[in-house]
């Protein structure tokens, strides 16, 4: 299935905070404003994940957000991307060994592009949702 | 529940006609993911449940499971936003607990990292205040401006976020003479910009109309609740660490909590209270690094400067100590206990300011509208307000999902409602 | 108010059952008064009596409380400040007890000080004690339908329940 033409045009984007410090969260909210500036390439937060696109995942996953998680990625339509930003939800990060974290995010939903970093600046989050574009396109049906 | 000594609503008095609304939890509002429900007669709240935890990692369980320059970087992830706060109160606990001196220009370069700081997270506080009242504009200004903080930032420490500044005994990297330029061109451009943000925010009619009176938190409720921070000072407690038990660099000035007093206000305790002293705070915060960097004393940065000799004197300490420093959001407060011969801290407490917050909610909500929520929320600052998902269920048993835009729309509507 | 007011306020309620462990002073900057943090221990039966006599002198302002799990008893600190408001004037507080792990109850200082709740709802969940006359005593921070006690040491302790502990790295060297 090719991506529709409008994906170069305008991609929206749902965050999802599944027990992170807000360190990404924040430098996902700094790469909207002017200095950054993602929507000047379309890419727009939305308040829905049915309206969305990419989801961006922080976060190493703790035990009540699984089953949160799990439900908004099942809410988003596709064809979606997971972009997982930041080390907690890569690997674990700083994170290992605990009774509340059941991560990481790949454990939980497919993941298509991971953004390293603590935190990734807001530059490599662009550049992780671009790619999770491309990852689309080659792709051809969602992952 | 009716607390007799204090007239405080802990529970909320349920009726006939109310009916009640979760709300969350995911919406990075807190540093956690957080759980309200609230209890409305018509668009009134007459009664507030929070839960939180849905962030809860077990910092403290991982921490005594790690090396103490292993629970430092941890520590430094328990808050992405005021991210030197949790080191600094770790490294003074520890500190206390051991007897590891700190020299004097590592107490000024921690003191001066911790105000920058609390620049760029009282204006990131402003940016997000903006826009859940619905001025996207001044959102995008403020963080815009914010940013020059940033590269300051990152040209003194190497990262944004996280700048894994101080150790135990000090700091790890130096402010060199050649650098002190930069700090100094970032600090004039705040002092220019100061007056015009406190103009945008402080004189603006509708942000006057949207936060006066609204949600209040008398000076006996703070105290009662033992508030902290911006929180407890925007009610009239004139509560600070840097004041009452100053430690580092604040132990040579003297430093003032601000109330809303400073700006000519008597204290209401209401969001626009809240904004007045952030914002005055920003203005303080610039005046102490500029003091710390005239004064900048010369020596070494680190007391003890092998990292393996400092883990073998951590290893061998014994004893108990606290440690306090004065965030962005209040009061965070490190308590540690080492054993000698063994490298985990045996028993570690963290208690970050919003912990202290989290009950001053409930006095703060009662009495208002749904369209404040995303305000009131934001208010005590709790790292991030994007209330994402209200799930209403009338008496009648149907449900009705609203997304975070629907709650925003409802607010800026209110806005426009009372602009005319 | 100097420690040493603090000292009589509390020794004057409690009499001989109020132990000194220690009072230290830190001293910061280059020129820094000291700022002193103060260590007393009570018995569990007067505790209220100690938290009445500190909330009748000056308005006291807790923290939070912190715990350490010794095996036969574990030990609680209830960190208090006292004094804000004016330069150097407060003095931090911590008032130990100790509560016998065989019978794990504490009374509730929060009809006192309504600002402890969380700190009381907290010990509850990760120690499992019975706080008395709390009014409410649900989990807070951790998940409704956790049993186990993760601050615990020994068998009501999360170690026990060894798949509920995630590993997310897998350290080759180490062993699981």
Same mark, same amino acid.
């Given at each position: 299935?090719?991506?529709?033409?409008?994906?170069?045009?305008?991609?929206?984007?749902?965050?999802?905070?599944?027990?992170?410090?807000?360190?990404?969260?924040?430098?996902?909210?700094?790469?909207?404003?002017?200095?950054?500036?993602?929507?000047?390439?379309?890419?727009?937060?939305?308040?829905?994940?049915?309206?969305?696109?990419?989801?961006?995942?922080?976060?190493?996953?703790?035990?009540?957000?699984?089953?949160?998680?799990?439900?908004?990625?099942?809410?988003?339509?596709?064809?979606?991307?997971?972009?997982?930003?930041?080390?907690?939800?890569?690997?674990?990060?700083?994170?290992?060994?605990?009774?509340?974290?059941?991560?990481?995010?790949?454990?939980?939903?497919?993941?298509?592009?991971?953004?390293?970093?603590?935190?990734?600046?807001?530059?490599?989050?662009?550049?992780?949702?671009?790619?999770?574009?491309?990852?689309?396109?080659?792709?051809?049906?969602?992952? | 529940?009716?607390?007799?000594?204090?007239?405080?609503?802990?529970?909320?008095?349920?009726?006939?006609?109310?009916?009640?609304?979760?709300?969350?939890?995911?919406?990075?509002?807190?540093?956690?993911?957080?759980?309200?429900?609230?209890?409305?007669?018509?668009?009134?709240?007459?009664?507030?449940?929070?839960?939180?935890?849905?962030?809860?990692?077990?910092?403290?369980?991982?921490?005594?499971?790690?090396?103490?320059?292993?629970?430092?970087?941890?520590?430094?992830?328990?808050?992405?936003?005021?991210?030197?706060?949790?080191?600094?109160?770790?490294?003074?606990?520890?500190?206390?607990?051991?007897?590891?001196?700190?020299?004097?220009?590592?107490?000024?370069?921690?003191?001066?990292?911790?105000?920058?700081?609390?620049?760029?997270?009282?204006?990131? =506080?402003?940016?997000?205040?903006?826009?859940?009242?619905?001025?996207?504009?001044?959102?995008?200004?403020?963080?815009?401006?914010?940013?020059?903080?940033?590269?300051?930032?990152?040209?003194?420490?190497?990262?944004?976020?996280?700048?894994?500044?101080?150790?135990?005994?000090?700091?790890?990297?130096?402010?060199?003479?050649?650098?002190?330029?930069?700090?100094?061109?970032?600090?004039?451009?705040?002092?220019?910009?100061?007056?015009?943000?406190?103009?945008?925010?402080?004189?603006?009619?509708?942000?006057?109309?949207?936060?006066?009176?609204?949600?209040?938190?008398?000076?006996?409720?703070?105290?009662?609740?033992?508030?902290?921070?911006?929180?407890?000072?925007?009610?009239?407690?004139?509560?600070?660490?840097?004041?009452?038990?100053?430690?580092?660099?604040?132990?040579?000035?003297?430093?003032?909590?601000?109330?809303?007093?400073?700006?000519?206000?008597?204290?209401?305790?209401?969001?626009?209270?809240?904004?007045?002293?952030?914002?005055?705070?920003?203005?303080?915060?610039?005046?102490?690094?500029?003091?710390?960097?005239?004064?900048?004393?010369?020596?070494?940065?680190?007391?003890?400067?092998?990292?393996?000799?400092?883990?073998?004197?951590?290893?061998?300490?014994?004893?108990?100590?606290?440690?306090?420093?004065?965030?962005?959001?209040?009061?965070?407060?490190?308590?540690?206990?080492?054993?000698?011969?063994?490298?985990?801290?045996?028993? =570690?407490?963290?208690?970050?300011?919003?912990?202290?917050?989290?009950?001053?909610?409930?006095?703060?909500?009662?009495?208002?509208?749904?369209?404040?929520?995303?305000?009131?929320?934001?208010?005590?600052?709790?790292?991030?307000?994007?209330?994402?998902?209200?799930?209403?269920?009338?008496?009648?048993?149907?449900?009705?999902?609203?997304?975070?835009?629907?709650?925003?729309?409802?607010?800026?509507?209110?806005?426009?409602?009372?602009?005319? | 108010?100097?420690?040493?007011?603090?000292?009589?306020?509390?020794?004057?309620?409690?009499?001989?059952?109020?132990?000194?462990?220690?009072?230290?002073?830190?001293?910061?900057?280059?020129?820094?008064?000291?700022?002193?943090?103060? =260590?007393?221990?009570?018995?569990?039966?007067?505790?209220?009596?100690?938290?009445?006599?500190?909330?009748?002198?000056?308005?006291?302002?807790?923290?939070?409380?912190?715990?350490?799990?010794?095996?036969?008893?574990?030990?609680?600190?209830?960190?208090?400040?006292?004094?804000?408001?004016?330069?150097?004037?407060?003095?931090?507080?911590?008032?130990?007890?100790?509560?016998?792990?065989?019978?794990?109850?504490?009374?509730?200082?929060?009809?006192?000080?309504?600002?402890?709740?969380?700190?009381?709802?907290?010990?509850?969940?990760?120690?499992?004690?019975?706080?008395?006359?709390?009014?409410?005593?649900?989990?807070?921070?951790?998940?409704?339908?956790?049993?186990?006690?993760?601050?615990?040491?020994?068998?009501?302790?999360?170690?026990?329940?060894?798949?509920?502990?995630?590993?997310?790295?897998? =350290?080759?060297?180490?062993?699981?």
């Amino acid at each position: 299935m090719a991506l529709p033409r409008s994906f170069k045009r305008a991609l929206w984007v749902f965050h999802v905070a599944t027990g992170s410090c807000n360190g990404c969260d924040i430098e996902i909210v700094a790469a909207l404003t002017p200095r950054y500036d993602t929507e000047r390439f379309g890419i727009m937060l939305t308040g829905t994940p049915r309206h969305a696109d990419v989801l961006l995942v922080t976060g190493p996953v703790t035990r009540p957000m699984l089953p949160r998680l799990k439900r908004i990625y099942e809410q988003t339509p596709d064809p979606k991307a997971v972009v997982v930003v930041g080390g907690c939800g890569s690997t674990g990060g700083v994170f290992y060994e605990s009774y509340n974290i059941v991560g990481p995010v790949d454990e939980v939903v497919p993941v298509a592009v991971y953004v390293p970093g603590c935190p990734p600046r807001p530059e490599a989050i662009i550049d992780g949702v671009v790619k999770a574009v491309a990852a689309l396109e080659t792709a051809g049906v969602s992952r | 529940m009716h607390n007799e000594r204090i007239n405080i609503q802990l529970d909320g008095g349920k009726s006939e006609m109310t009916y009640s609304i979760p709300i969350g939890p995911t919406h990075p509002a807190l540093k956690e993911p957080i759980r309200f429900s609230f209890e409305l007669e018509g668009e009134r709240i007459v009664g507030v449940d929070i839960k939180p935890g849905f962030a809860h990692r077990g910092i403290e369980y991982m921490g005594m499971r790690r090396n103490l320059i292993q629970t430092l970087y941890l520590s430094e992830r328990i808050c992405g936003i005021c991210s030197i706060s949790h080191p600094l109160a770790l490294t003074q606990a520890v500190e206390h607990a051991a007897g590891i001196e700190v020299p004097p220009r590592a107490q000024a370069i921690r003191t001066i990292i911790g105000e920058l700081e609390r620049i760029h997270s009282h204006i990131l =506080w402003a940016g997000v205040g903006a826009h859940e009242l619905g001025f996207d504009t001044l959102l995008h200004l403020s963080w815009n401006v914010r940013e020059k903080v940033m590269d300051l930032l990152e040209q003194l420490t190497g990262n944004r976020v996280d700048y894994a500044i101080p150790i135990y005994g000090g700091v790890r990297r130096d402010i060199p003479e050649e650098k002190a330029h930069l700090a100094y061109e970032a600090l004039d451009y705040y002092k220019r910009l100061l007056g015009d943000m406190i103009d945008a925010f402080l004189h603006d009619k509708s942000v006057e109309m949207r936060t006066k009176n609204v949600g209040v938190l008398t000076y006996d409720e703070a105290v009662a609740l033992c508030a902290v921070g911006p929180t407890a000072r925007a009610s009239g407690v004139n509560r600070d660490v840097r004041q009452d038990w100053p430690y580092y660099t604040f132990a040579d000035m003297q430093i003032q909590a601000i109330t809303p007093r400073d700006f000519g206000r008597e204290p209401v305790g209401d969001v626009y209270d809240n904004i007045i002293v952030r914002l005055l705070e920003v203005g303080q915060a610039i005046d102490i690094i500029e003091h710390c960097m005239e004064h900048m004393p010369s020596g070494e940065l680190m007391s003890i400067p092998k990292v393996p000799a400092l883990l073998a004197a951590l290893k061998k300490a014994e004893g108990e100590g606290i440690g306090r420093h004065e965030a962005p959001r209040g009061e965070v407060f490190h308590y540690i206990r080492l054993e000698a011969d063994v490298e985990e801290p045996v028993a =570690w407490k963290v208690r970050a300011p919003t912990y202290g917050n989290l009950m001053s909610w409930v006095p703060k909500f009662l009495g208002d509208e749904i369209a404040d929520i995303p305000i009131i929320a934001a208010s005590i600052d709790p790292c991030m307000c994007c209330m994402d998902r209200v799930h209403f269920v009338t008496r009648a048993g149907d449900r009705s999902t609203q997304w975070k835009q629907e709650l925003v729309r409802r607010s800026r509507e209110k806005t426009r409602r009372m602009c005319g | 108010m100097t420690s040493d007011e603090l000292l009589a306020v509390l020794s004057g309620k409690l009499g001989g059952e109020l132990t000194v462990l220690r009072s230290v002073e830190h001293r910061h900057g280059e020129a820094g008064r000291p700022i002193v943090d103060l =260590w007393v221990e009570v018995p569990l039966a007067r505790l209220r009596d100690a938290v009445a006599a500190l909330c009748d002198a000056s308005p006291p302002h807790i923290t939070v409380i912190s715990g350490d799990d010794l095996g036969d008893r574990i030990i609680l600190n209830y960190h208090f400040s006292v004094g804000w408001g004016t330069h150097y004037g407060e003095v931090a507080l911590i008032l130990r007890t100790s509560v016998p792990t065989d019978n794990l109850t504490i009374p509730t200082i929060s009809d006192l000080l309504p600002g402890a709740l969380t700190a009381e709802r907290e010990k509850h969940e990760f120690y499992g004690i019975t706080v008395d006359g709390i009014p409410d005593d649900r989990n807070l921070f951790l998940p409704e339908d956790m049993t186990i006690h993760p601050w615990r040491k020994d068998e009501a302790s999360v170690q026990r329940t060894t798949s509920m502990v995630k590993r997310l790295v897998k =350290w080759e060297t180490r062993d699981a």
